[in-house]
């Protein structure tokens, strides 16, 4: 598994659209990036309106504006990509039910915050079918709140960041927050445009 320190260093180059790692990478004279087809895409939809915006400041841009690729932006991603691959290793996780042989985990309840092989889950569900579940990945730390120690569970639009319901009441209170589901979803829709 990737180290923590990497694993920060890869979100800093995620396009905010589409949530992975920067394809062909443009910048906007606010200075953000997005992938070309990712922009291009949410931006195709706002030709009729003839005005056109950046996602995460909402700066406003009229005409269209031109956007080339970033040379050092994308070469920053392909040393990172490189350095990943030579980094990381194939990650399964472990049950965290299983008590002699360790079977392969396939999904992770994010209330209980345990690992389940397939016979386990079959159990968990049974008593807890409201759990909320997630596949099991090399990056679940990355779905619990590093204050909170909770489910990301939301989406700040106003911080344009994921939070769990304990920040929704501190730090982003009074922020537009939608559910993660519902934010994946839109940024989904934005990027199959492309």
Same mark, same amino acid.
């Given at each position: 598994?990737?180290?923590?320190?990497?694993?920060?260093?890869?979100?800093?180059? &995620?396009?905010?659209?589409?949530?992975?790692?920067?394809?062909?990478?443009?910048?906007?004279?606010?200075?953000?990036?997005?992938?070309?087809?990712?922009?291009?895409?949410?931006?195709?939809?706002?030709?009729?309106?003839?005005?056109?915006?950046?996602?995460?400041?909402?700066?406003?841009?009229?005409?269209?504006?031109?956007?080339?690729?970033?040379?050092?932006?994308?070469?920053?991603?392909?040393?990172?990509?490189?350095?990943?691959?030579?980094?990381?290793?194939?990650?399964?996780?472990?049950?965290?039910?299983?008590?002699?042989?360790? &079977?392969?985990?396939?999904?992770?309840?994010?209330?209980?915050?345990?690992?389940?092989?397939?016979?386990?889950?079959?159990?968990?569900?049974?008593?807890?079918?409201?759990?909320?579940?997630?596949?099991?990945?090399?990056?679940?730390?990355?779905?619990?709140?590093?204050?909170?120690?909770?489910?990301?569970?939301?989406?700040?639009?106003?911080?344009?960041?994921?939070?769990?319901?304990?920040?929704?009441?501190?730090?982003?209170?009074?922020?537009?927050?939608?559910?993660?589901?519902?934010?994946?979803?839109?940024?989904?829709?934005?990027?199959?445009?492309?």
């Amino acid at each position: 598994m990737a180290d923590v320190g990497m694993s920060w260093l890869e979100d800093q180059f &995620n396009c905010s659209v589409c949530l992975d790692l920067l394809k062909d990478p443009v910048i906007f004279p606010c200075g953000h990036s997005y992938c070309m087809s990712c922009i291009t895409g949410c931006w195709d939809q706002d030709d009729q309106k003839g005005v056109y915006s950046c996602p995460q400041c909402k700066q406003t841009f009229t005409p269209r504006p031109v956007l080339g690729k970033n040379t050092m932006l994308a070469e920053v991603l392909e040393k990172l990509k490189k350095t990943k691959l030579h980094a990381t290793r194939p990650v399964w996780c472990e049950c965290d039910v299983c008590t002699w042989d360790k &079977n392969k985990a396939i999904k992770f309840c994010l209330v209980c915050r345990i690992s389940f092989c397939q016979n386990h889950l079959k159990e968990h569900d049974r008593f807890f079918q409201r759990h909320r579940m997630t596949d099991v990945t090399g990056r679940l730390q990355e779905m619990i709140c590093s204050q909170h120690d909770k489910p990301l569970e939301y989406f700040c639009h106003t911080d344009q960041q994921y939070i769990c319901y304990l920040c929704i009441m501190d730090e982003h209170k009074n922020h537009e927050t939608v559910s993660a589901a519902a934010e994946r979803s839109e940024k989904l829709v934005c990027a199959e445009c492309g």
